[in-house]
């Protein structure tokens, strides 16, 4: 069966950097769009980045120039480097897989605080 594996959150203060990772099981990694979407608390989840099996890549607009996406096929991982964060990315992160952008993970929390 499908797992994605979250790992790397933690809290950091403003301006700092966390460097996030998702392990993928159970579905040809290669072939997938990944995905980064988060949820803050009473809010619903957004898309953060997507990196495609041609490793194109694409970013909300809040999160462009700081945040990059990237993928190893070898490993069956995908990472997230943040940099520059902001209060306002508080969150849980996920990774998801696919164009549905499907969720198998216990998510990962950011949490941004001075």
């Known amino acids: 069966q499908v797992q994605l594996v979250e790992s790397g959150g933690g809290l950091v203060q403003p301006g700092g950097s966390l460097r996030l990772s998702c392990a993928a099981s159970g579905f040809p990694f290669s072939t997938h769009k990944m995905s980064w979407v988060r949820q803050a608390l009473g809010k619903d989840v957004e898309w953060v980045s997507d990196?495609?099996?041609?490793?194109?890549?694409d970013y909300r607009d809040s999160v462009k120039g700081r945040f990059t996406i990237s993928r190893d096929n070898t490993q069956n991982m995908v990472y997230l480097q943040m940099n520059s964060l902001k209060p306002e990315d508080t969150a849980v992160y996920y990774c998801?897989?696919?164009?549905?952008?499907?969720?198998r993970g216990q998510g990962t929390q950011v949490t941004v605080s001075s």
């Open positions: 990196i495609n099996s041609d490793d194109s890549t």
């Open positions: 998801a897989y696919g164009e549905a952008r499907v969720l």
